[in-house]
């Protein structure tokens, strides 16, 4: 009776784990039928687990800034594509795709960033030109 108890209670927690794993992984809040192209400065880029994240500080229509929270892959992921922890520093110039909030929030999904110097960053890796 005891190793069935025991079993029961593995089998639930196993059972919890991977509901837990595949919602975190969800693209619920993003539109990934759309792509949108903003512009800005560098505010912060945070190299952390499970994903990092981008700062962006981008001027309105009406010249006031706001700043953009931008979701990208984990650092082991990115890191295995050439990217580091100083591939994005504060001030830098970028042009960034994402794939934006479904609620019109301002954030996004990374897909692809053009730095001042022309080189590009990708979710897949970093181009050299």
């Known amino acids: 009776m005891r190793t069935l108890t025991l079993v029961l209670i593995a089998v639930t927690l196993f059972a919890a784990g ?6 975190h992984h969800s693209f619920a809040p ?12 560098i505010k912060k880029f945070d190299w952390t687990n499970p994903h990092t994240w ?4 981008v001027a309105g229509d009406n010249g006031k800034v706001e700043t953009w ?3 990208g892959m984990s650092p082991n992921y990115l890191g295995r594509r050439g990217w580091t922890k100083n591939s994005l520093k ?5 042009s960034i795709v994402v794939r934006p909030m479904r609620d019109g929030s301002p954030g996004g999904m990374f897909v692809r960033a053009t730095l001042a110097d022309g ?11």
């Open 90 to 94: 504060p001030g830098d110039k970028v």
């Open 54 to 57: 981008i700062w962006l500080d």
């Open 119 to 129: 080189r590009e960053l990708r979710q897949s890796g970093q181009a050299v030109d």
């Open 69 to 71: 929270g931008i979701e």
């Open 18 to 23: 991977i509901r837990e794993a595949t919602a």
């Open 30 to 41: 993003f539109n990934m039928e759309a792509e949108k192209t903003i512009s800005g400065t």
